[in-house]
């Protein structure tokens, strides 16, 4: 029931919103919404049915084909000796691997991290955001240790942390999940902090409601709607994030195509052959653009008051 | 403070590289590891290491390199510079580009102005800084071959290299430091637009722009002040791809070396370092809060 006046809520403020703004700019939420949406749609079916798009085994070298400008066709024979011609629609790179292929097989790696990142860091952040916004005495210790990991930059923090250990995918969602976490503890307390004061908190506690329920029953139902929006940003930033480690070199092991790595891969050689930086660029920039899209509608869609909050 | 010093230290202790063995090399003996390790003092229990460490950062001394043989304090002196011009020119930039830009949008919201801002600065954000340091590379440096490609020239060679090298690397990175403050300047300026006394200040006839200057963007302008010392964060995660991508000898470059080589101590003196001076720019931007709106009070 709380959940659904919440919800009403939510939309009355949203077209207030709008009618303030007037009908184009409304249009324009939900446009990118749309558009935001649909980019990263296309891109998540192109990273599902990645084998079936034309592409060869991504780690196949052919040192007799390398650095091949995109279009570069190339006869292969058979084993009945019938010729096929394959085209390599992005160019081949300095080991003879085809960027269209590789390209493809990365939107796999980046969406895995971006997802994961952004449901792992939203989990715990949930977790020591509704304590400590609601316990006081855990409160002062929890908020200076993430005070602390939060003046440490992002990727300053993140590239420490993949030092740590050896590179590979579990390192890298875990060393982006840690400079995000205080992020989303600051939003959840937040919300905790002005909900605990709310009329409706209080008659639960006289009415002999225990903590964990009152935060599970009470508490968290307000927190979903900012929640979303924060790990859409963070899912947006995880990407990124992964794609400048594996470029420097300290993420995922260069085995393994991610947009990040076919770059690193392309830059002995970029004044030549610009195509192995200009295709994966492309592709993360949208698919980073698109999920900030959807963020920013989603924002406007669920909750204007977090614009004051963040 | 104290917290940032424990998580960096600790962070780069539990490691699962062993540098002493990166070290002897290849061919040492088991002997010969353990004398280095002894040496480190990393066969010390791991409180011990930590005040030592502690106690000697205090005193300016951050070790020596493991990998580049030198004091760390002395490899920091001399990969500062670069980095600091950097930093400075585009703090600069993206100040003088993106507070009127901002405004601009806030002032003429709703049209194709302010969609145009807002539609850039979600692009800004979204198109990561390695991307955007090679396409202007390729179009400005190799297609039009008007600016060095890559490097760095040090101040004393000679100002005209110094800034042609830097052009390129500081319009890279000041890309997403726009779009930030961009977007704060005009959130913040649309909610003081609407604000009675603005409605005075025309009412008694005062001309747009000294009204924006005046009486908009003074009153708007803490929000963007405190967004453009949190940005520094972007600012120096930015720093070290960007370092990078031009090939600057300068400490994000010396980062992504350190961390590559397993050399614990730079990495932990860089990190430090880069934490406190975000710290410390936070705090001056606490401090200008007293001159920008003299209601608030410490």
Same mark, same amino acid.
């Given at each position: 029931?709380?959940?659904?006046?919440?919800?009403?809520?939510?939309?009355?403020?949203?077209?207030?919103?709008?009618?303030?703004?007037?009908?184009?700019?409304?249009?324009?939420?939900?446009?990118?919404?749309?558009?935001?949406?649909?980019?990263?749609?296309?891109?998540?079916?192109?990273?599902?049915?990645?084998?079936?798009?034309?592409?060869?085994?991504?780690?196949?070298?052919?040192?007799?084909?390398?650095?091949?400008?995109?279009?570069?066709?190339?006869?292969?024979?058979?084993?009945?000796?019938?010729?096929?011609?394959?085209?390599?629609?992005?160019?081949?790179?300095?080991?003879?691997?085809?960027?269209?292929?590789?390209?493809?097989?990365?939107?796999?790696?980046?969406?895995?991290?971006?997802?994961?990142?952004?449901?792992?860091?939203?989990?715990?952040?949930?977790?020591?955001?509704?304590?400590?916004?609601?316990?006081?005495?855990?409160?002062?210790?929890?908020?200076?240790?993430?005070?602390?990991?939060?003046?440490?930059?992002?990727?300053?923090?993140?590239?420490?942390?993949?030092?740590?250990?050896?590179?590979?995918?579990?390192?890298?969602?875990?060393?982006?999940?840690?400079?995000?976490?205080?992020?989303?503890?600051?939003?959840?307390?937040?919300?905790?902090?002005?909900?605990?004061?709310?009329?409706?908190?209080?008659?639960?506690?006289?009415?002999?409601?225990?903590?964990?329920?009152?935060?599970?029953?009470?508490?968290?139902?307000?927190?979903?709607?900012?929640?979303?929006?924060?790990?859409?940003?963070?899912?947006?930033?995880?990407?990124?994030?992964?794609?400048?480690?594996?470029?420097?070199?300290?993420?995922?092991?260069?085995?393994?195509?991610?947009?990040?790595?076919?770059?690193?891969?392309?830059?002995?050689?970029?004044?030549?052959?610009?195509?192995?930086?200009?295709?994966?660029?492309?592709?993360?920039?949208?698919?980073?653009?698109?999920?900030?899209?959807?963020?920013?509608?989603?924002?406007?869609?669920?909750?204007?008051?977090?614009?004051?909050?963040? | 403070?104290?917290?940032?010093?424990?998580?960096?230290?600790?962070?780069?202790?539990?490691?699962?590289?062993?540098?002493? &063995?990166?070290?002897?090399?290849?061919?040492?003996?088991?002997?010969?590891?353990?004398?280095?390790?002894?040496?480190?003092?990393?066969?010390?229990?791991?409180?011990?290491?930590?005040?030592?460490?502690?106690?000697?950062?205090?005193?300016?001394?951050?070790?020596?390199?493991?990998?580049?043989?030198?004091?760390?304090?002395?490899?920091?002196?001399?990969?500062?510079?670069?980095?600091?011009?950097?930093?400075?020119?585009?703090?600069? !930039?993206?100040?003088?580009?993106?507070?009127?830009?901002?405004?601009?949008?806030?002032?003429?919201?709703?049209?194709?102005?302010?969609?145009?801002?807002? *539609? =850039?600065?979600?692009?800004?954000?979204?198109?990561?800084?390695?991307?955007? *340091?090679? &396409?202007?590379?390729? !179009?400005?440096?190799?297609?039009?071959?008007?600016?060095?490609?890559? *490097?760095?020239?040090?101040?004393?060679?000679?100002?005209?290299?110094?800034?042609?090298?830097?052009?390129?690397?500081?319009?890279?990175?000041?890309?997403?430091?726009?779009?930030?403050?961009?977007?704060?300047?005009? &959130?913040?300026?649309?909610?003081?637009?609407?604000?009675?006394?603005?409605?005075?200040?025309?009412?008694?006839?005062?001309?747009? =722009?000294?009204? =924006?200057?005046?009486?908009?963007?003074?009153?708007?302008?803490?929000?963007?002040?405190?967004?453009?010392?949190?940005?520094?964060?972007?600012?120096?995660?930015?720093?070290?791809?960007?370092?990078?991508?031009?090939?600057?000898?300068?400490?994000?470059? !010396?980062?992504?070396?350190?961390?590559?080589?397993?050399?614990?101590?730079?990495?932990?003196?860089?990190?430090?370092?880069?934490?406190?001076?975000?710290?410390?720019?936070?705090?001056?931007?606490?401090?200008?809060?007293?001159?920008?709106?003299?209601?608030?009070?410490?």
């Amino acid at each position: 029931m709380k959940a659904v006046a919440d919800r009403a809520l939510a939309i009355d403020f949203g077209s207030a919103a709008t009618a303030h703004g007037g009908v184009a700019r409304g249009l324009a939420r939900h446009r990118s919404v749309t558009i935001g949406g649909a980019i990263l749609a296309l891109v998540v079916v192109v990273a599902v049915l990645a084998p079936w798009l034309g592409t060869r085994d991504p780690a196949q070298i052919d040192p007799g084909f390398r650095n091949r400008r995109p279009g570069a066709e190339r006869v292969v024979p058979s084993a009945d000796g019938s010729e096929t011609k394959r085209t390599s629609w992005m160019g081949t790179d300095s080991l003879g691997r085809d960027v269209y292929s590789r390209v493809l097989y990365g939107a796999r790696v980046s969406l895995i991290v971006g997802v994961t990142v952004a449901l792992i860091s939203a989990a715990i952040g949930l977790t020591i955001g509704l304590l400590a916004g609601y316990l006081r005495w855990l409160d002062g210790v929890v908020m200076r240790v993430m005070d602390g990991l939060m003046s440490i930059p992002a990727i300053l923090l993140a590239i420490g942390l993949v030092s740590v250990s050896r590179a590979g995918l579990r390192t890298v969602v875990l060393a982006i999940v840690i400079p995000e976490v205080p992020r989303v503890v600051r939003l959840v307390r937040s919300v905790v902090l002005s909900i605990r004061e709310e009329p409706y908190v209080e008659a639960a506690v006289a009415l002999g409601a225990r903590t964990p329920m009152l935060l599970v029953r009470h508490v968290l139902p307000n927190t979903v709607a900012p929640l979303i929006v924060q790990a859409t940003f963070v899912c947006a930033s995880a990407i990124l994030v992964e794609a400048i480690l594996s470029f420097l070199g300290v993420g995922i092991p260069p085995e393994t195509p991610t947009w990040g790595n076919i770059m690193a891969e392309g830059r002995a050689l970029f004044r030549v052959f610009p195509h192995n930086i200009l295709f994966p660029g492309v592709f993360l920039a949208a698919t980073v653009l698109a999920v900030n899209m959807l963020g920013d509608g989603l924002r406007d869609m669920l909750d204007p008051r977090v614009r004051q909050r963040l | 403070m104290g917290v940032v010093a424990v998580v960096v230290f600790l962070l780069l202790r539990l490691t699962a590289g062993d540098p002493a &063995a990166i070290i002897a090399g290849d061919n040492a003996t088991t002997q010969q590891v353990e004398e280095i390790r002894g040496r480190l003092g990393l066969d010390r229990p791991i409180a011990q290491q930590f005040v030592i460490w502690l106690g000697n950062v205090l005193r300016g001394d951050f070790g020596e390199s493991f990998f580049f043989k030198k004091q760390v304090a002395d490899l920091i002196l001399d990969r500062l510079e670069p980095t600091l011009a950097l930093s400075i020119f585009t703090l600069v !930039l993206a100040v003088t580009a993106a507070v009127p830009l901002g405004a601009l949008a806030a002032y003429r919201r709703a049209t194709w102005i302010d969609r145009a801002v807002m *539609g =850039l600065s979600v692009l800004g954000f979204s198109v990561p800084v390695f991307v955007i *340091g090679y &396409a202007l590379i390729y !179009l400005f440096a190799i297609h039009f071959a008007w600016l060095p490609v890559q *490097g760095y020239q040090r101040l004393r060679d000679g100002i005209g290299g110094f800034l042609t090298h830097l052009i390129l690397p500081s319009v890279t990175l000041a890309v997403i430091y726009v779009a930030l403050i961009a977007r704060i300047t005009r &959130a913040s300026m649309l909610e003081v637009l609407n604000a009675d006394h603005v409605r005075t200040a025309r009412a008694k006839g005062l001309a747009e =722009l000294p009204v =924006l200057l005046r009486h908009v963007l003074r009153n708007a302008a803490v929000p963007i002040v405190t967004v453009i010392g949190l940005g520094v964060a972007l600012l120096i995660g930015g720093v070290v791809v960007t370092e990078s991508v031009y090939s600057i000898p300068g400490l994000g470059r !010396l980062t992504v070396d350190a961390v590559l080589a397993r050399d614990y101590p730079t990495v932990q003196a860089v990190i430090l370092l880069f934490s406190v001076v975000y710290v410390l720019i936070n705090l001056v931007v606490d401090l200008t809060y007293t001159f920008l709106d003299p209601r608030i009070r410490y």
